[in-house]
């Protein structure tokens, strides 16, 4: 078994500010734990490249990548929304991040890794198809997702979100698109308030009141994820694996821990290697406080790499 791990340096050029969340110490954290555990030698380490405008069409509207580019400022930063700010290296960043996606997709595909995660940022699902927000510039799953559902024997992907925000950006880009199979859970009602009632056939959502017990998030996966999986029968499957639905931390009010994502993430690995030869590739998405970020990333990576069995 082969996991691939992707990432780029220059993913930390992104900074929208000492105070903001959304930091290149979420990248450096994840590094260090990985680094400290010896995990990270035990996967296949790759450097991610930039997206091609064809791609990034794959996903987004033809001028949503010629906006960006427009605000980007020479120096400082530019918001695009409230919370979301580009600085002079932010597209880059974005770029790299969605092309990262890309590389883990050809690799999972080519039969070089079974799965992979894409330790890169910005995050991507909350970027519509014309739209960014929240964080997100690209919506990089989406365009890893398309990209698959191009190549020789993908008919059906699913994508399966258990970031503590709902991924209204991904929904709006497939929500048309039956062969993909969308399954999220989150903090409702919260961020971002879009696309939480949509009714869509490919379309799962899972609204987690604040403070609930753990125990309700493990019930949506079981009741409402995997006869959904079970139903769509996927050739492939993308995460968005946000960890921000962590206990401790700060942007959320859900109770999970290490232990809830590693059980996730071993449901979904049983499934895909059941039914998608074990195809996996699954990408960053939130998680703002580095050090149970970065202790959630390696409980996922032990499963996907097969050092922690369901």
Known sequence: MTTAFITHKDCMLHNMGPEHPESPMRLVAIDKVLQRTGLLDQLDQLTAVEVTEEQILLAHHHLHQKRLEMKVPDSGVVYTDDDTALCPDSLKAASLAAGGVILATNRVLSGKAENAFCAVRPPGHHAEYNLAMGFCFYNNIAIGAAHALQQAGIERVAILDFDVHHCNGTVDIFKDRPEV??????????????????????????????????????????????????????????????????????????????????????????????????????????????????????????????????
């Open 181 to 310: 199979l969308v399954c999220s859970t989150f903090q409702h009602p919260y961020y971002p308030e879009r696309y939480h009632e949509i009714d869509r056939a490919n379309i799962i959502n899972c609204p987690i009141p604040a403070h609930s017990d753990p125990s309700l998030f493990h019930d949506a996966i079981e009741k409402c994820w995997l006869p959904a999986l079970e139903a769509h029968k996927p050739d492939m499957i993308f995460i968005s694996a946000g960890f921000d639905a962590h206990k401790e931390d700060p942007m959320a009010d859900l109770n999970l821990d290490e232990e809830d994502y590693r059980w996730v993430t071993q449901k979904i690995k049983a499934f895909a290697d059941r039914h998608c030869q074990g195809r996996i590739v699954s990408v960053l998405e939130g998680g703002y406080n580095p050090v149970p970020l970065a202790f959630s990333v390696q409980a996922h990576l032990e499963v996907l790499a097969g050092f922690s069995e369901g």
